[in-house]
């Protein structure tokens, strides 16, 4: 019996040589797992950028590394505090905090959410974020 001619994949993001372009690619895709290396392959070479610390820990939150998605997002909320980006810190720290609290580690959390918190006290505006912080707090 004649096997069928199997091509190999046309997508342009699997024959990509860089690994942030194939990385970024892949997060649109939703391929988490595929993303989740790329990104990490890429921070290697060359640290990330906030953005891009964002999805790598989204990523690896996906593709159920949750150790590592923590510790991205930490690296993200510190990137977004270099470069002046409070509100986008703050949603960072919320989301470690949120992530921390489902697995059970209330302490941990609750430093996450009160950094967040005094972080929003230094801005005089309404945001979104402030709205985040209330939600641990809903019974």
């Not at 649109?28 to 060359?46: F, H, V």
């Not at 906030?50 to 150790?67: C, K, P, V």
């Amino acid at each position: 019996m004649r096997q069928p001619h199997r091509r190999e994949p046309t997508d342009s993001a699997a024959q990509d040589p860089r690994p942030l372009e194939r990385g970024r690619r892949r997060y649109e895709q939703c391929a988490w797992a595929e993303a989740y290396e790329a990104l990490s392959g890429a921070d290697r070479e060359t640290p990330l950028r906030a953005e891009d610390l964002e999805r790598l820990a989204m990523s690896a939150y996906l593709a159920g590394r949750d150790d590592e998605h923590l510790r991205a997002l930490e690296r993200a909320h510190n990137a977004y505090l270099t470069a002046g980006q409070c509100a986008r810190a703050v949603r960072c720290s919320f989301w470690l905090g949120f992530r921390l609290l489902m697995r059970g580690e209330t302490g941990r959390a609750s430093g996450w959410f009160c950094r967040a918190g005094r972080l929003l006290d230094r801005e005089a505006r309404d945001c979104a974020e402030r709205g985040y912080l209330l939600l641990p707090l809903v019974e």
